[in-house]
DNA sequence: TAAATTGTATATATCTTATATACACATTAT
DNA sequence: ATAATGTGTATATAAGATATATACAATTTA
């Protein structure tokens, strides 16, 4: 499992890996049913505390992304996309909220910021 | 001065200070030389700390927007809005790069990306 | 059924946020 | 001048979040 964490980037540990693991989710590199790590083989790979790998995966379980069973590990859950994309839209137009505030302040036009966000969509 | 503090948004308070003090400053309603009211009348009337007010300040201080005095109290620099606003353009690149991702992730095109963004623009 | 592997629970350490209190400097009223 | 008041500053402390070590409980496997 390919997953990188950042101790500087000032985003819990448990944050960078649940997030990570829901990111593959859903572009599809784990699908339903599949086995994750064990909370123990990830933490030794990350040379990480256990209980924070259980935090990360708590955090999925919270929100619907996998389960986990004492002795036999934990497991993708199927996943609802579609309630997934609504949740995330409400994230994004309140991100994009806070770039307006920050952009008006300093007199930025919705002009530069729609090539802004071309340029970020379009290339990476 | 008008400034409004909520308990429950998660942003440290002495940040919610700093942040409206720097818009304020550079929409115009504080000009270079203005006195800030006191650390400790503003701490009493959001009642919270002098040390909370005095962090607020103190982050403005390092960023350059105020300089505070022993005994005479605390003023407006004079600004920088162009290097400011490159600051904040960084920024906003930042934010918007970070939608872009989470955008793709579900499969939402740059076309209704814009589209919020437009939206979120506009009205308010 | 014993050993190994899995998830779980408890107690602890460190850092961030917010505070109370006492201190140092400048202005103002006497 | 100087006492009183108002200003920013420094030290010690409390509460919450993040990460940990260690021991416990359930399942699988040899």
């Known amino acids: ?3 990188i964490i950042s101790n500087s980037s000032g985003e819990p540990i448990y944050n ?20 994750l ?14 209980i924070t790998t259980k935090r990360a995966y708590e955090e999925l ?15 993708v859950k199927a ?3 579609e309630l997934f994309r609504e949740e995330q839209l409400r994230l994004i137009e309140e991100m994009l909220s806070n770039v307006c505030d920050k952009a008006k302040l300093c007199g930025i036009e919705l002009d530069e910021l729609r090539e802004i966000l071309e340029i970020v969509y379009g290339g990476q």
Chains 1, 2 share one sequence.
């Open 1 to 3: 499992m390919d997953i």
């Open 16 to 35: 960078q890996i649940s997030s990570q693991i829901k990111t593959m989710i859903l572009d599809g590199r784990l699908k339903e049913g599949d086995a």
């Open 37 to 50: 790590p064990s909370m123990r083989s990830l933490a030794q790979q990350l040379r990480i505390s256990v």
């Open 61 to 75: 379980e919270r929100d619907g992304f996998i389960e986990s069973y004492t002795g036999k590990g934990s497991f």
């Open 79 to 81: 996943q609802n996309t």
